[in-house]
């Protein structure tokens, strides 16, 4: 059956619409508006069932996180992990989002206020050229009501991209409190259960014959590794997460050094390991040199290798350090 329609019956709607007070438009627009907006939470409640992190493309960006109405917050993450794009931040920062987002979808506490979304750049690239975004990966948060502000863009090099970090800035921005599970993680446990059977089988091998145990040099080694990795920011980057590198999106320039003072990547940890160890080896060699009793040309070649140690690696840590602390005014051999 189809429907038709007349002019006069057209004329008649006009003239009825036109007749009505204006209080009735309010009430029509209200009642449009939540249509609209129900529709969407609809929309984007049957996608979150499916997945915990729904994936946009600019037309759906614009008109489920861009366009108004909108009675729900969104979290964006604006990535790049297509392997062309070679982005190994992005691929560590999407497994801590993925966890996440998982917590908020099967916690008791989950609604349609809020909800976890991604853009990739093969995907929506004008989305990202529409919000000037040059890099990745970026989170932002899109408030229910009214725009952006800055604290709603994650300040990622600082924080890091742990899950926690996350949950904690969606606290302040949405009043969401989202509890984080992780997935059981057994490496650790089987880490230390092959330690202890190596050490023990060690012991028994060794039952006969335990002077090593006693041995100052072993025991001198084991406290310097403890030393090299605490001395070098490990424990930092367990607690905050942060990325191995950062890739320059535009010119594809690998930063290995942090510029900051108040955040440091886990490559950064690893350079200033070796260099303390290169320090370290330069001063026990100037100390063999000075307290052994052998050939005086050995030594004196033994000296001159730990002093060149102890200067070219002392003088590379300390322009790091200059890097990292803008207005430092001292350097040595190296700027």
Request: include cysteine.
């Amino acid at each position: 059956m189809s429907l038709t329609f007349s002019p006069s019956s057209f004329l008649f709607s006009s003239v009825l619409i036109s007749s009505l007070p204006v209080s009735s438009y309010y009430f029509l627009f209200l009642t449009l508006k939540f249509f609209c907006s129900s529709k969407k939470v609809e929309q984007m409640m049957e996608w979150s069932s499916r997945r915990s992190v729904v994936r946009m493309n600019g037309d759906k960006f614009r008109r489920f996180v861009k366009a108004p109405p909108r009675n729900y917050s969104v979290i964006v993450m604006f990535t790049a992990l297509q392997p062309q794009r070679q982005c190994s931040v992005c691929r560590q920062a999407n497994e801590e989002y993925q966890v996440l987002a998982n917590s908020w979808r099967y916690s008791s506490a989950f609604s349609n206020k809020l909800f976890f979304t991604v853009v990739d750049y093969d995907e929506g690239a004008d989305v990202f050229q529409q919000l000037n975004m040059n890099s990745a990966p970026t989170f932002m948060h899109f408030p229910a009501k009214g725009k952006p502000k800055r604290a709603d863009t994650f300040d990622l090099q600082r924080i890091g991209f742990a899950s926690e970090q996350l949950a904690k800035w969606i606290a302040d921005r949405t009043d969401v409190q989202i509890r984080v599970f992780r997935p059981p993680n057994y490496s650790g446990t089987i880490a230390l259960a092959l330690l202890v059977s190596l050490v023990g089988g060690l012991l028994y091998l060794r039952r006969n014959n335990l002077e090593f145990i006693y041995n100052k040099t072993g025991w001198a080694m084991a406290a310097l590794c403890v030393v090299f990795a605490m001395t070098s920011g490990q424990m930092w980057n367990h607690i905050r997460g942060p990325p191995y590198a950062h890739k320059n999106p535009q010119n594809g320039q690998v930063s290995y050094i942090h510029g900051s003072s108040q955040a440091q990547f886990v490559a950064e940890s690893h350079i200033i390991l070796l260099l303390n160890a290169a320090i370290t080896m330069g001063m026990v060699l100037l100390n063999e040199a000075a307290t052994s009793k052998g050939d005086v040309g050995k030594r004196r070649i033994i000296c001159l290798v730990g002093l060149g140690l102890v200067v070219f690696f002392f003088s590379f840590l300390l322009s790091i350090f200059r890097s990292k602390y803008h207005g430092y005014p001292y350097s040595f051999l190296i700027k």
